[in-house]
């Protein structure tokens, strides 16, 4: 048994604490915002936050999680700058890469709520959006900061 604390809930998971974070949250928690893409942490498909800092969760073991404050886009409220930047923006299109593109996002502001454009696009770096909307990622975190896209 792993005890958890997602989004600001506790907990009790069965399962071997060996197992990828991603899917103690997509298959036990049921919280399928946040996505498989390459199960290699490259892609960035499957970013969450632990402890306010953007991880991939299909490179962290859920037992090393236990104790840790994880945050999936569903513990982004509605009313958040990013999700609201994101709507105005028009960002997604298939929309699959989208979650791991806002949580790494919302981890950049909460460290440097003013990026530059080159701090932005290093940030964002290594999330992979298949469809190219980066443009508008970029507007979108502007906008988030308080900048003009």
């Known amino acids: 048994m792993i005890s958890l604390d997602v989004n600001g809930r506790r907990y009790t998971v069965d399962a071997a604490p ?3 974070l991603l899917w103690v949250l997509r298959e036990h928690l049921k919280l399928t915002g946040t996505k498989f893409g390459c199960g290699e942490g490259l892609c ?6 632990l402890d306010g800092k953007a991880v991939r969760s299909c ?3 859920a037992g090393s999680a236990a104790g ?3 945050t999936t886009i569903e513990g982004l409220p509605a ?6 930047a994101w709507i105005a923006e028009e960002v997604p299109q298939c929309g699959y890469c989208q979650p791991g593109q806002i949580m790494q996002a919302a981890s950049l502001l909460a460290g ?4 530059s454009v080159e701090e932005i696009v ?7 959006c298949r469809c190219g909307t ?3 990622i970029l507007r979108a975190v502007q906008k988030a900061a308080g900048g003009r896209p």
């Open 122 to 128: 290093a940030a964002m770096n290594g999330n992979i």
């Open 44 to 49: 960035g498909a499957c970013t969450v936050h």
């Open 18 to 20: 060996e197992v990828p």
């Open 59 to 61: 490179q962290i073991e």
């Open 112 to 115: 440097s709520p003013a990026p």
């Open 68 to 70: 840790k404050q994880i």
């Open 79 to 84: 009313s958040h700058p990013l999700k609201q």
């Open 134 to 136: 980066y443009p508008r």
